[in-house]
């Protein structure tokens, strides 16, 4: 398993490394708020483990590995960022300070729930790119769905994401249990634009089309029951 600090310094190279070129001692020591000593003896055994290929006067280069474990980190960090302040409305200096703490320990499932749930964000709140999945993974492949203002009634559907640019409509949705994952039936649609009527587990809810329009599913069989 890899360690805290070593994810710490793979996440720095990797943002450091974006324009190709090999990352100096310096750099990395600013950035990091250690000494350019410290810097050489963690990049000797970085590259001891196969993550980087460090050369003496020249500087830092990741190993394929190394850049693999850096972007995940980095992408998990942009994501916390983009959840933080997005849904829970954390600003943005406090949502990197919590983000650069849950990084570390947030599982890939999780990792899957946030991207479904903020539709799969390119950004983080400051603009800077979110990194993609590695290819080899599948967490957050796209689902075919439509808006849950297009589903009849009597349709089962399930959640696959939402897709909302207002932090206070987002948790207003995520606050009446309608999260990606989750099923719900839809028992009626009001005329004249009216709501529409749900029922999630045991809950029954009157959604307006606005936030309905945000609601993302996939068509999951019939409803067991109508809502009496």
């Known amino acids: ?40 003896e963690m990049m000797q055994r970085l590259s001891e483990a196969g993550y980087v290929k460090y ?46 703490r849950l990084e570390h320990t ?11 749930m903020m539709n799969n964000p390119k950004t983080c709140p400051d603009g800077d790119p979110i990194p993609e999945c590695n290819e080899d993974c599948t967490l957050c492949a796209s689902e075919p769905s439509i808006p849950l203002t297009e589903v009849e009634r009597g349709e089962k559907v399930k959640i696959t994401h939402l897709v909302c640019d207002d932090a206070i409509k987002m948790r ?18 009001l005329p004249m634009g009216g709501p529409i009527l749900l029922s999630i587990q045991d809950s029954k809810i009157a959604l307006a089309r606005d936030y309905a329009s945000m609601v993302h599913v996939t068509l999951a069989g019939e409803c067991e029951k109508r809502w009496a």
């Open 1 to 40: 398993m890899v360690s805290e600090n070593v994810e710490e310094y793979l996440e720095c190279l990797w943002e450091l490394s974006q324009d190709g070129r090999p990352v100096k001692t310096k750099n990395i020591a600013k950035k990091m708020n250690v000494s350019p000593a410290s810097v050489t």
């Open 55 to 100: 050369e003496k006067y020249k500087g830092t280069t990741l190993t394929d590995e190394g850049h693999r474990i850096g972007a995940r980190i980095k992408r998990k960090h942009r994501l916390l960022e983009r959840f933080l302040v997005d849904v829970l409305g954390l600003d943005k200096g406090e949502g990197h300070e919590e983000a650069c």
């Open 106 to 116: 947030l599982s890939d499932e999780s990792e899957k729930r946030i991207c479904q």
């Open 172 to 189: 207003r949705i995520i606050s009446m249990g309608i999260v990606p994952g989750r099923t719900l039936c839809v028992e009626d649609r």
